[in-house]
């Protein structure tokens, strides 16, 4: 049971190298205990690990004693497999969330430099440079740059620039 486990190098019966699932980091399932729809789950089997504890610090013996560890297992048995079924899915939500909202970022932090940048000029004294001739091969495709571009483009942008760095 992986109510509160370490985290894995991987998952089980995955490649090896592959990444972990979402669920196998530590960190999103404690986000998902506290912040995703296993919460009450996860507060129900925390209610019923410090009763277990209460008890077994009881004075009680034989039959009452016996009767009540049973009952006691039985549930935090059934609400850990509850528990494990809600953080599947919570986790999973949670580690998309965590992914979108990185996304966000990344789009606003390349907002913010093209924004920085699109004020600024060329230096007086640089001449234009010489464009050099560029030999495309056999199933390249070549796009006219006409002032915009598209972040999910730039990985992909090849641009040939002089070196006209100052000493």
């Not at 205990?33 to 009881?58: F, K, T």
């Not at 001739?133 to 990985?155: K, P, S």
Request: glycine letters at 10%; aromatic letters at 6%.
């Amino acid at each position: 049971m992986k109510v509160c486990p370490g985290a894995p190098a991987g998952c089980p019966g995955a490649p090896a190298g592959s990444p972990a699932a979402p669920d196998a980091s530590d960190a999103v399932r404690a986000g998902a205990r506290e912040l995703g729809g296993a919460r009450p789950v996860w507060r129900l089997w925390n209610r019923l690990s410090s009763e277990r504890a209460a008890i077994e610090s009881q004075p009680f013996s034989g039959a009452l004693r016996e009767r009540l560890t049973k009952v006691y297992q039985r549930g935090l048995a059934q609400t850990e497999q509850r528990l494990e079924r809600a953080l599947e899915f919570s986790s999973r939500a949670l580690a998309e969330e965590l992914l979108q909202a990185e996304e966000g970022v990344g789009l606003i932090l390349h907002e913010l430099s093209v924004e920085l940048l699109r004020d600024r000029r060329r230096p007086g004294g640089l001449g234009a440079a010489q464009v050099p001739a560029l030999v495309f091969e056999e199933g390249q495709i070549r796009y006219r740059f006409v002032g915009e571009f598209w972040t999910d483009e730039l990985d992909d942008l090849v641009v040939a620039i002089e070196d006209r760095c100052l000493p």
